[in-house]
């Protein structure tokens, strides 16, 4: 029998809005492979949420930070605390979510599958319009931008591909690119060959970082389809938002790819850099577009980036070629349509992304 541990974070008022629900849908859960027990990280923790998280989820191990450690560092304490419990298996679920009752059977069923594999995403479906889809999976763009495979297309029984056999072996699991962290399984085992997300990454594309990751260490990323997860899903901008995508979205990359990637791609990121100064202007994001730069112009973050791109490269048994076939020379997503600019940068970037592939033989 196996041991899960379901990490949440809360911030501030998000425990009030959404964990009763998301607990709720919790409690019913089927899981005859074994237990499970939910880790909830209250950042930037008080009294007040303390008391809040303990009246709704008693069941509930609550970690609390005295700090905000976003997505990645609280997920990270979360973790390490559920270690202590003995877990097997860590499923990241965001608060704003309702859970199908067999979500975390099909997620296991799926990662017990094949040894190889080393992140399961379960299928997020939008909580407001249960028919569409919120994510099947994440595409990565190849200068960094990660955005959801199928976002609000209506999800249709022909999307089930894999098989189970008499002897409930499951073959044709859906391979993606990385797992949206909404809901994301990884056992004990894989974690410590992957490792956990990079604290300082905090929030936005740690999760394209921990499944960049996973596909160089040799591993495979794929879909349960059957595991439903309901995302209250809210699309939104901010200075903060865009600050963290525009400078994650550089420094991932920058661990990532080999150095001749990084060259060759080159004179693409320095054209998307100009048109992101462009797009910063227009939605008054300007000065946080500026602090990214900021951030690399600092020396300690230097030799941090490095370092985190030792141990990446050092570790790595998959060359580039393998893993970024399948990455993006488009962004397809509704909600980051900026007009003539992201169009006109779309047919250049897919251009010049369609002859880099056929140049990355390392």
């Not at 112009?297 to 076939?325: F, G, H, M, S, Y």
Request: hydrophobic fraction near 45%.
């Amino acid at each position: 029998m196996v041991k899960v541990a379901i990490i949440l974070i809360n911030y501030k008022d998000y425990a009030q809005r959404f964990l009763q629900d998301c607990v709720a849908s919790l409690r019913k859960v089927k899981f005859p492979s074994g237990e499970f027990k939910i880790f909830i990280v209250d950042n930037e923790t008080t009294e007040q949420t303390r008391k809040t998280i303990a009246a709704i989820a008693p069941e509930a191990v609550i970690v609390p930070c005295e700090t905000n450690f976003g997505y990645a560092g609280g997920n990270n304490l979360g973790m390490r605390e559920a270690e202590k419990w003995g877990a097997d298996y860590f499923c990241l679920l965001n608060m704003d979510t309702e859970v199908d009752e067999n979500f975390l059977e099909e997620m296991l069923k799926v990662y017990q599958s094949d040894l190889k594999i080393g992140l399961v995403q379960s299928r997020l479906m939008l909580f407001e319009n249960k028919e569409k889809i919120n994510s099947m999976g994440n595409r990565l763009h190849f200068l960094g931008f990660g955005y959801c495979e199928k976002y609000q297309e209506k999800f249709q029984s022909s999307n089930i591909k894999y098989q189970i056999n008499d002897k409930n072996q499951i073959s044709n699991v859906q391979e993606i690119i990385y797992p949206s962290g909404a809901a994301v399984l990884i056992s004990a085992e894989k974690l410590k060959q992957i490792g956990y997300f990079i604290d300082e990454l905090f929030m936005y594309l740690e999760d394209a970082e921990w499944g960049w990751k996973s596909q160089l260490f040799g591993f495979r990323n794929v879909l349960a389809i059957n595991s439903i997860v309901y995302h209250k899903y809210e699309f939104s901008r901010s200075a903060a938002k865009f600050y963290w995508i525009e400078r994650n979205r550089q420094i991932v990359p920058l661990m990532c790819y080999h150095w001749l990637t990084l060259m060759l791609l080159f004179p693409a990121w320095l054209a998307m850099e100009i048109g992101m100064l462009l797009i910063s202007l227009r939605g008054n994001w300007f000065f946080a577009k500026i602090n990214t730069y900021k951030w690399f112009l600092n020396l300690n973050n230097i030799k941090k980036l490095l370092k985190w791109r030792e141990a990446v490269q050092t570790r790595r048994c998959q060359p580039d070629w393998l893993v970024v076939r399948d990455f993006a020379g488009k962004i397809e997503y509704q909600e980051t349509d900026n007009g003539l600019l992201t169009r006109f940068g779309n047919a250049v970037l897919n251009v010049y992304w369609q002859i880099a592939k056929k140049v990355i033989i390392w």
